[in-house]
């Protein structure tokens, strides 16, 4: 038998579940339910009676059972062909008592019974024999004339491809009880599992009774994916709670009752005016009760799985749901409880208080009674469920609150003999529920704060509505915290907006945010706090707040290679030319050197920020450190200083004007503002500079080895090969000044089209602007033509041409074994942007990692419409392995895809790969290889 640890929450007697999985939110696995059980076997229902008995209760209720097939069980079990359970409570007379662990049997059924072991007592009685109340009882039903089961939600059973079962509510599938049997005796290992249980006999009728049929009412109806929820009776207002004066329940208690009275005024409590006792016409609260004291009061033992249990007595007569007369709640003593919610989410060996007895108060007016089977896997939130703690599902309840579910049965239940208080309350949970409550997770676990826009995302978040009218403008606001009290003195990480929230509704949402950078590195706690109609507060603030399970790690971004070159005297000296992706630490600034000759006038500094940036700023100083030249926060390209103190080292100072850590590359030119570029004289179409094939798919300002200088019109020619008629793409990017525009024509000088880019203009697709012709160029010689305003402007050029046939040229790379090899994109360590390919299926491509290199960061750009934070067919980049292990994968930012950095990988080669919707979206990809040192002790670190 396996070794339980309790776990918070009752259905009128809190079912039990293993440590590792800690729920009372959904059934009990097969393999648990197999593995437990003293006895497990199928057999059909004869007869179902109710009997008096003596002592407080009054009555029992004996099922014989015929037809049985036994499964798991001792030897001396399997020589039955019958069986007789009883268990405490029916109704007998003017008795009527149960429980919800009460078991509802209808003649004339067929069952899978998983009986709860009993130790070997021959006079146990329990409030049920199954183990885990209804998750023990599964029942057989004829489908089209096979045997097809149900577990106690409704929800068909189906043989699972290991041979074990498992639930299902999507279908129906037949199974053979001679099947179903032998995969459960597979489940247990053998065939004789448990030690003989011992008969419970069944008592002798008293002279002159007659026993009574149980009234059976049929099944309810079941949720799609769970038990049913409902109220199945009332008590006569007010509802007086007999309370003990022990001081560790008697607050808790108090505050539970107020907490149902701010919905509806049923409650009322007084101090126990006399022995507690069950059938005494009181509400009473018993107390935590030992094994002795239990079984005086109620006739029955609490069993290993049992935490609490509500008794209750109904009026006689025979409608399913009669008036209640009399609820007794009592706490299983065996067990631990707690008063502070939170020491329940972080030791396994104590439960909180609040929350059972806020369950089973719920019991006490008529919530989840009478006809309605208690499972704990409903489809919506409620105190229900009974998951108080569910470590390895990440539930965190604190028993604080009720939900819109509760309240709404409260109000039907009654309304009719006290007015519904019209209240406004809003609540929050870090868990959903369907089928059951699952919890929120948080992730990545470790971030650095503000860090390429790394978002933390929040899901299964539930927002409440308990109040009588529907709730506008309702906030959500996410935090970090140093302890496990979210307050909104934390620090404020993001705010979700829910613009309307119906009357006694929830909602399921999902959040993502990012770190702010004046967040401090540490491990933190993260919860949010809700409100209505902005920030304001409701008439019930002890659910508004809620905690995820799991601890946020911030760090501080790494150092680039380049560090330390926090100051002047510590710049790094670079030449001409791409400097190379640079990450800007939080809270600091980058210094770099370079040398001009002579002939330079002027030097030209592009400064490429990672897309999401804040502006920077860049400042220039001479080699005598007099600062020369300052740029202005908002231009993000480029900026041309003037050298007035001739050859010789300068230096410019990067820094970030908001600081948030973000990264960028730099771009170094020394060059002569006065004279014409290298490509004139180009200013006719006689003139034109060809552009030869070896050129075409580059950019033209790296090919030619300088800058292209726009002071007049200039011309350019290109030749489309046989067979290249099909897509033709004309690009150039616009490095400063000026507006400048781009023209293409034919052999016969006849324009074909135009396009027009102005510097920080708004041009948002990458920085260039495109021509793009397709399935309409025909071979033969075409001409540029590139005009502007006259003023110093420089840009470049690219073409870019591909034949119908090999409109992908990458393909076919449709699996990791045809890869396209770029991985010469990442050994020139210049982040140069590739062809655009066309997905179209799913793309991989081969990139490789050297000696001295262990980190890959990268992007994916479409080049068709979808700005504004929308990635055109649904375009996702992801990193592999050389086993296609997962290792990073991309998210948006503002249209592109970013892929996160890896650091710590080995020389190699790796897959990125890239999908979506196969709508035939062009696209560029960038990637960049690097290296990340190791942390030193004590630093905060991670690689983005």
Request: hydrophobic content about 35%; charged content about 20%.
């Amino acid at each position: 038998m396996r070794t339980r640890v309790p776990v918070l929450g009752s259905i009128v007697v809190l079912s039990l579940v293993p440590v590792h999985a800690l729920s009372h939110s959904a059934p009990l696995s097969f393999e648990e339910l197999a593995e437990d059980a003293g006895r497990v076997y199928v057999a059909t229902v004869e007869r179902v009676e109710c009997l008096p008995m003596d002592g407080p209760v009054g009555v029992q209720t004996v099922a014989t059972l015929g037809a049985v097939e036994w499964v798991a069980a001792s030897a001396s079990d399997r020589a039955r062909t019958s069986r007789s359970l009883r268990w405490v409570g029916g109704t007998w007379g003017e008795r009527s008592v149960e429980s919800c662990m009460t078991p509802r049997l209808t003649p004339g059924e067929r069952y899978v019974f998983f009986e709860e072991a009993t130790g070997g007592s021959v006079d146990l009685l329990r409030a049920t024999p199954f183990l885990g109340a209804s998750q023990g009882l599964w029942r057989v039903e004829n489908v089209g004339g096979r045997a097809v089961v149900r577990t106690a939600s409704g929800q068909f059973v189906e043989a699972a491809p290991d041979g074990m079962l498992k639930a299902v509510s999507t279908s129906v599938e037949a199974l053979d009880e001679k099947a179903f049997c032998a995969a459960i005796v597979a489940a247990r290992g053998n065939t004789d599992a448990s030690a003989d249980a011992g008969e419970s006999p069944v008592p002798s009728t008293p002279a002159g009774v007659v026993p009574q049929p149980l009234i059976v009412t049929g099944p309810v109806t079941k949720g799609t994916t769970g038990g049913a929820t409902g109220w199945c009776g009332n008590q006569t207002l007010p509802i007086v709670f007999e309370l003990s004066e022990d001081p560790f329940s008697r607050g808790q208690n108090e505050e539970l009752l107020a907490h149902y009275n701010q919905f509806m005024d049923i409650y009322r409590i007084r101090t126990n005016n006399g022995p507690y006792a069950f059938r005494n016409g009181r509400n009473e609260y018993h107390g935590e009760l030992n094994d002795t004291d239990y079984r005086a009061a109620f006739e029955s033992d609490w069993g290993a799985s049992t935490l609490a249990v509500c008794w209750t007595l109904r009026e006689p007569g025979e409608a399913p749901c009669r008036r209640l007369v009399e609820t007794d709640i009592a706490v299983n003593a065996n067990f631990n409880f707690t008063a502070n919610h939170f020491d329940q989410w972080t030791n396994n060996t104590v439960y909180s208080f609040r929350a059972v007895m806020n369950h089973e108060f719920g019991h006490s007016w008529g919530n989840q009674t009478g006809t309605f089977v208690e499972t704990y896997d409903y489809p919506v939130p409620t105190v229900m469920h009974a998951g108080y703690r569910l470590l390895d599902s990440r539930v965190w309840e604190t028993g604080f609150g009720l939900q819109p579910n509760d309240v709404q049965f409260l109000r039907q239940a009654y309304g009719s003999q006290t007015p519904v208080i019209n209240i406004r309350d809003v609540g929050v949970e870090s868990y959903r529920a369907n089928g059951g409550l699952y919890g929120g997770e948080v992730t990545p676990p470790t971030l650095i704060a503000d860090e390429y826009s790394q978002s933390l995302s929040y899901d299964a978040l539930t927002v409440v509505n308990n109040g009588t009218a529907a709730e506008n403008d309702v906030r959500v606001r996410f935090f970090l915290s140093t302890d496990f009290n979210i307050t909104p003195a934390d620090y404020l990480i993001g705010t979700l907006t829910v613009a309307s929230l119906g009357a006694e509704s929830f909602q399921e949402l999902s959040f993502s945010t990012t770190v702010p950078g004046s967040v401090p590195p540490g491990t933190y706690f993260t919860g949010a706090i809700v409100s209505r109609n902005g920030l304001a507060t409701d008439d019930y603030e002890g659910n508004n707040t809620t905690l995820y399970s799991q601890r946020i790690t911030v760090t501080q971004p790494p150092d680039d290679e380049f560090e330390p070159n926090d100051s002047r005297e510590a710049a790094r000296l670079v030449a001409s030319g791409i400097v190379g992706s640079r990450t800007l630490r939080l809270y600091n600034e980058d210094w770099f050197a370079f040398d001009v000759s002579g002939t330079d006038d002027s030097v030209d500094v592009k400064l490429l920020p990672r897309p999401g940036s804040a502006p920077f700023q860049l400042e220039l100083y001479d080699s005598a450190g007099t600062l020369v030249d300052t740029s202005s926060p908002t231009d993000l390209q480029t900026f041309v200083w003037a050298l007035s103190g001739g050859a010789g080292r300068y230096y410019v100072r990067v820094y970030e004007s908001s600081y948030t850590g973000r990264g960028y590359d730099l771009v170094f030119y020394g060059f002569n503002s006065q004279q014409d570029d290298r490509d004139e004289p180009n200013d006719n179409a006689l003139e034109a500079r060809a552009i030869a094939a070896r050129d075409q798919n580059k950019w033209l300002s790296t090919t030619l080895g300088g800058p292209l200088v726009q002071a007049d019109a200039d011309w350019y020619s290109f030749d489309v090969a046989e067979g290249a008629n099909s897509l033709l793409a004309l690009k150039f990017q616009l490095d400063f000044n000026g507006r400048t525009t781009m023209e293409l024509y034919d052999a016969n000088l006849t324009r074909i089209a135009t396009a027009t880019q102005t510097q920080g203009g708004g041009v948002d697709d990458g920085g260039y602007e495109a021509i793009q012709l397709q399935g309409t160029v025909v071979p033969g010689r075409y001409h540029l033509l590139v005009s502007g305003t006259d003023e110093y402007t420089r840009y470049d050029i690219k073409v870019e041409t591909f034949s119908r046939e090999a409109r992908q040229p990458e393909e076919p790379n449709n699996v990791a074994v045809d890869a396209f090899d770029v991985a010469w994109i990442g050994a020139q360590f210049t982040g140069e942007i590739l062809p655009p390919f066309v997905q179209t299926d799913v793309d991989f491509f081969l990139v490789r990692l050297t000696e001295g290199q262990n980190a890959i960061s990268g992007y994916l750009r479409p080049l068709t419409a979808g700005k504004g934070g929308t990635t055109p067919g649904g375009l996702e980049m992801t990193l592999l392995d050389e086993d296609g292990n997962v290792l990073a994968t991309s998210y948006d930012i503002g249209g592109w895809q970013e892929l996160p950095s890896t650091e710590g990988l080995p020389p190699g080669n790796y897959y990125l790969r890239v999908t979506g919707d196969n709508s035939g979206t062009p696209y560029d990809i960038i990637w960049y290889p690097a290296f990340i040192a190791p942390p030193s002790p004590g630093d905060f670190w991670m690689a983005f």
